[in-house]
């Protein structure tokens, strides 16, 4: 897995004066708007409105409307978009829970790969050898 990361962001937390964040405070304030923006697309692509894909999702049409002008979930990470098609379409048709499993599901898919890792090494300060995400 090739890291393809493009944002110059880089935001720590002091702990214990080293700078270290957690793979789970990485995906909540990196991957998870991106997955989302991600989703926004797709489901509006596939036909949905914006209104739609926001209810479905759980998030506000505000929030749909900043991830399709790139003000919200631009930091740039190679996403698995044929996992987030599937996603998409699965969240589209199921029940209120659908979005939360889906979600989650790429999550998972998202370590697995290695795009955490990735996003980790930009923007925290992961374990020299590190492999928690993947267990």
Same mark, same amino acid.
């Given at each position: 897995?090739?890291?393809?990361?493009?944002?110059?962001?880089?935001?720590?937390?002091?702990?214990?004066?080293?700078?270290?964040?957690?793979?789970?405070?990485?995906?909540?304030?990196?991957?998870?708007?991106?997955?989302?923006?991600?989703? &926004?697309?797709? /489901? @509006?692509?596939?036909?949905?409105?914006?209104?739609? *894909? *926001?209810?479905?999702?759980?998030?506000?049409? *505000?929030?749909?409307?900043?991830?399709?002008?790139?003000?919200?979930?631009?930091?740039?990470?190679?996403?698995? /978009? *044929?996992?987030? $098609?599937?996603?998409?379409?699965?969240?589209?048709?199921?029940?209120? $829970?659908? &979005?939360?499993?889906? @979600?989650?599901?790429?999550?998972?898919?998202?370590?697995?790969?290695?795009?955490?890792?990735?996003?980790?090494?930009?923007?925290?300060?992961?374990?020299?050898?590190?492999? @928690?995400?993947?267990?």
């Amino acid at each position: 897995m090739v890291c393809e990361l493009t944002s110059e962001v880089n935001l720590r937390t002091k702990h214990s004066g080293v700078n270290m964040q957690t793979p789970q405070e990485i995906e909540v304030k990196y991957v998870l708007p991106v997955l989302r923006r991600e989703l &926004a697309k797709q /489901m @509006i692509k596939l036909g949905l409105s914006q209104k739609d *894909a *926001a209810k479905k999702l759980g998030i506000s049409g *505000a929030a749909v409307s900043q991830y399709l002008k790139k003000k919200r979930g631009t930091e740039g990470m190679k996403m698995p /978009m *044929a996992e987030i $098609t599937k996603s998409a379409k699965a969240i589209m048709k199921g029940e209120k $829970t659908e &979005a939360i499993e889906e @979600i989650n599901r790429l999550c998972r898919v998202i370590r697995k790969t290695r795009v955490l890792c990735c996003v980790h090494k930009k923007y925290g300060k992961p374990l020299k050898g590190c492999a @928690i995400c993947l267990k």
